[in-house]
């Protein structure tokens, strides 16, 4: 699973561097026990006991006599760490049959479940599965000789505990038969997923236009039995089998391949869905809708994208390169993808981000934009990949607890690395690693834990930055450590050997260390089993009396924050004036320790893990900020070059504008960006370079980036340059950035041309549009304004701005024009089926409309200025209607920054 929290580090962050029967309802018995247990057993009063809740456990024990010593004067010298174990495999969950209907009115599931099982290993009479919020209809049981085997039940609205008349030895399997009605209403979540109703009805009702009608289902981590009876645990896996009956308008997809498909005399259709290949239940998925479907293919496997219809031609923009993927993946593995299909699929409002759902992974609509919005921007292949990469760490193997979560989400976050560095570069990919170092950074402040860690307070905190970003950095450090051809044939065999199986990190050690000959737990221990990092204090020092180069690594993390001591195998590179350059493998295992180099001459430089894989923090005690104009040629990797940016910066060293109009001409597309930054009076010569950069920059967001840089240098040299980009390039942020810049230039052109693109689908290039508009203080242009207002894709935070240049070009008009777009703002601002963020937008436009009159910012007709203060109440009567009579929590947090008065 994808988890969104830890955005994209935007190029303006980057520029700070430089400054997953019978029944009855009882309460629930403890799972590892039979029913029989729980049930029929007798308590001997002789035999009660007292119960003690501590922080972290019960603890039961004979009670206390009564003498003058009370519990409260016994020191509680003793308590255990909370420790979340793997679930207990009493029953082996071996076949899912569903066959499910939909009441979109009453938002419930209407299924009828088979489940097939076979004692795990010893005997037994008894089943517990999960199934929470169910109306059951009738529960059965046969034995493998197709033999009815009485039961009975017990329910909790959580789990189901079923007792058998007869008991079932390890070789015997038997068959479950349930009817039900799942109602999977209830919510909660985790910050990663933010709901967990395992089954989601979206617009049920069709009460909103502009929103599609859905059904789709969100397992991770046991959400699914919600909707289906299960053992819902991550180290279970079955095959299945899946009958969907919807309405013939909705097109279906599910796990597997979709073997039939049957129309039935009441408008329905029914598709049977087939997956056999076992896998966890959590990873079970279904979607309804009125999807497009695109096909593509990769070798012999079904490759299909499911997008609303009006995205079907930018489908394979949405899913970039996924037959490409999927190849270098199967390759670096030496695996091929070991599935029989492999299906994406967009839906509305999901709570999750994205899903490996096995051979169907669900996504966010963040993801469905047009192709034009999606040139040079990377993070939809990051999830593509990250979601594809599950299919063989996650879902081909599967991590056997969520305390082992890293051991899905840490190799699909590093799966994003390795694309960017196979498909962009090494640059690319750093910069991807830096925004991960720095999400898991942060957190870290905020408290850290191993990344295996069982003694998680609920399971859904596991999805946090250790189980992402540092499991991913983790993995790139161990690379680094083996090696590339070890790395890969570890993880080949990790996978041959734990196929279809459950995995802990000792798997992945033993795998590692059968292909190095090593013994790695000193890595495992301290990266695993351990919690934080290495903080590090260099210093760099030569003596010319020895002819030796010294380096004293300090290590400054709080030993009681983590272990005072990290082993960090790695190297330090020498770098000498004529820009020659050695690298001497060190290996750091002290607290402080000192490493020393013969040199024949003093070096120029000195840097520590030249690569860039320690995830960490290093600060350098004496390096002289002249080194860092060494560095930026020296170092091989983009962090080094940043680096080296970042200390002149804050040195405001004088070379500092040698190394930016170096930078300029970088090759890696950031640090061209971070160049522009940095040049505030480019010479004649870096001025030209800068026109260059607007008209055929190769990465669109530097050349919309120069032409703001032009605009800001109030340079009016790259007009035609401006016209070239409106009329032929392919970004829509270059084209919008282009005619800006225009406008600035040559108003009545820039016009021209705001006409001519007045009708984009593009919300980049209609905010300039409006913006050209606004600037020309025409009230002509109103009608533009006011037939967008309500259009479908005026909606999300680009309503904000688009409704702020109304009500400016509006403040230009007639009092009659300002008070019939007022009441169309208000009505906006307070229609019941109006989406919640356009919402948003009408109210705050009233607002600022209400603070510019207050403060006199704008000029106004001289008409509506003598009307000024009437208009004013009534802004302020309109934003307390609003405000008063608004119930939706999102909006009045909104609203708490807006003034009546």
């Avoid at 029989?340 to 899903?355: E, F, P, T």
């Avoid at 996504?363 to 999830?383: A, C, P, S, T």
């Avoid at 690693?433 to 307070?457: K, R």
Wanted: charge should be negative.
């Amino acid at each position: 699973m994808k988890n969104r929290i830890f955005g994209l580090l935007s190029l303006s962050l980057l520029v700070l561097v430089t400054n997953c029967s019978t029944s009855s309802k009882t309460s629930k018995p403890n799972s590892d026990e039979s029913l029989t247990d729980v049930v029929d057993v007798g308590i001997d009063p002789s035999l009660m006991v007292e119960e003690r809740q501590l922080d972290t456990m019960y603890v039961t024990a004979p009670a206390l006599e009564n003498n003058e010593e009370t519990q409260e004067d016994i020191p509680q010298l003793f308590e255990a760490e909370v420790y979340n174990p793997s679930r207990k495999r009493r029953n082996d969950l071996l076949h899912t049959k569903l066959d499910l209907r939909f009441d979109w009115e009453q938002e419930a599931v209407i299924g009828k479940a088979s489940l097939q099982f076979q004692p795990y290993f010893y005997p037994t009479d008894s089943l517990i599965l999960d199934a929470k919020g169910f109306d059951f209809q009738s529960i059965s049981a046969q034995d493998e000789k197709g033999q009815n085997v009485a039961l009975t039940y017990e329910y909790d609205e959580e789990k189901i505990y079923i007792a058998f008349s007869r008991t079932f030895d390890r070789k015997e399997t038997y068959t479950l038969d349930i009817a039900y009605t799942a109602h999977p209403s209830e919510t909660g979540g985790s910050a990663a997923i933010t709901s967990d109703k395992g089954l989601f009805f979206i617009n049920p009702k069709g009460e909103d236009p502009l929103k599609p009608k859905q059904i789709w289902t969100q397992g991770e981590t046991e959400w699914n039995s919600r909707w289906f009876p299960t053992i819902d645990s991550p180290n279970e896996r079955c095959t299945q089998e899946m009958y969907l009956t919807v309405d013939q308008k909705y097109v279906t997809l599910s796990n597997g391949l979709l073997t039939s498909s049957t129309e039935n005399e009441d408008g329905t259709r029914t598709d049977y869905w087939k997956m056999d290949q076992p896998h966890a239940p959590y990873l079970f998925m279904i979607a309804v809708g009125e999807f497009a479907v695109v096909e593509d293919r990769w070798k012999d496997i079904p490759v299909t994208y499911y997008v609303e219809p009006d995205f079907e031609e930018d489908a394979p923009y949405i899913f970039p390169h996924t037959p490409e993927m999927l190849g270098f993946f199967s390759e670096k593995l030496g695996l091929d993808y070991p599935w029989k299909k492999y299906a994406q699929i967009v839906v509305r409002d999901y709570v999750s981000g994205a899903m490996e759902n096995t051979t169907a992974s669900v996504f966010g609509d963040f993801m469905q934009k047009r192709k034009e919005e999606l040139i040079d921007y990377l993070y939809n292949e990051q999830v593509v990949a990250h979601e594809m990469f599950h299919h063989w760490f996650g879902d081909y193997v599967t991590c056997e607890s969520w305390a082992n979560l890293t051991m899905n989400e840490g190799f699909a976050n590093y799966s994003e690395y390795l694309w960017l560095e196979y498909k962009y570069g090494r640059d690319e990919a750093d910069f991807h690693l830096i925004n991960e170092w720095e999400g898991y950074l942060s957190s870290a402040t905020y408290g850290g834990h191993p990344l295996i860690h069982f003694s998680y307070n609920d399971k859904e905190d596991m999805f946090d930055a250790h189980s992402y970003n540092k499991g991913g950095s983790v993995l790139h450090m161990l690379r680094a450590y083996v090696g590339d051809e070890a790395f890969w044939a570890a993880l080949n065999l990790y996978l041959k050997d734990n196929a279809y199986t459950s995995v802990e990190a000792h798997d992945l050690r033993l795998a590692f260390e059968e292909v190095t000959g090593q013994d790695l737990n000193w890595f495992w221990n301290q990266w695993y089993f351990d919690q934080g990092h290495p903080v590090l204090n260099l210093n760099y020092n030569y003596q010319d009396s020895t002819g030796m180069a010294t380096l004293e690594v300090s290590q400054v993390q709080n030993p009681e924050d983590m272990r005072p001591v990290f082993q960090i195998p790695t190297q330090v590179r020498l770098v000498y004036e004529d820009g020659s350059s050695e690298d001497k493998d060190i290996w750091v295992k002290e607290r402080v320790q000192k490493f020393e180099f013969e040199v024949e001459e003093k070096p120029a430089l000195m840097i520590f893990d030249p690569k860039r894989t320690l995830l960490g923090i290093v600060e350098e005690d004496n390096t002289p900020t002249e080194a860092y104009i060494t560095k930026y040629d020296a170092a091989p990797s983009l962090l080094g070059r940043l680096d080296a940016i970042r200390a002149l910066s804050q040195a405001e060293h004088p070379e500092l504008r040698v190394i930016a109009s170096k930078a300029l001409k970088d090759d890696f597309w950031t640090l061209r960006g971070v160049a522009l930054n940095l040049i505030d009076a480019p010479d004649p010569i870096e001025m030209q370079i800068i026109r260059k950069m607007a008209a055929n920059d190769p990465h669109s967001t530097i050349r919309a980036s120069a032409f703001e840089k032009l605009i800001e240098l109030e340079d009016k040299g790259a007009k035609d340059q401006a016209i070239t980009a409106i009329q032929q390039d392919s970004s829509e942020a270059v084209i919008a950035s282009a005619l800006y810049y225009l406008g600035e230039v040559d108003s009545a052109m820039a016009l021209q041309y705001a006409d001519e693109l007045k009708d984009t689908k593009s919300m980049f290039i209609l905010n300039t549009v409006a913006e050209m508009y606004v600037l020309s203080g025409d009230t002509q242009y109103l009608p533009f304004f006011e037939n967008r207002l309500e259009a479908e894709d005026m909606e999300g935070f680009v309503a904000v701005n688009f409704y702020d240049l109304y009500k400016s070009l509006l403040l230009k008009a007639d009092m009659t024009t300002i008070e019939k777009g007022v009441e169309k703002l208000k009505s906006i601002a307070m229609g019941p089926e109006q989406p919640q963020l356009r919402k948003a937008a009408g109210t705050i436009s009233l607002f600022r409309m209400k603070e510019d009159l207050k403060e006199g910012m704008t000029p106004l007709q001289p008409a509506v200025a003598a009307q000024k203060e009437a208009l004013l109440e009534k802004l302020k009567d309109m934003l307390r209607t609003i405000k008063e009579q608004e119930t939706d929590d999102t909006l009045l947090s909104i609203y708490l920054n807006i003034t009546v008065e």
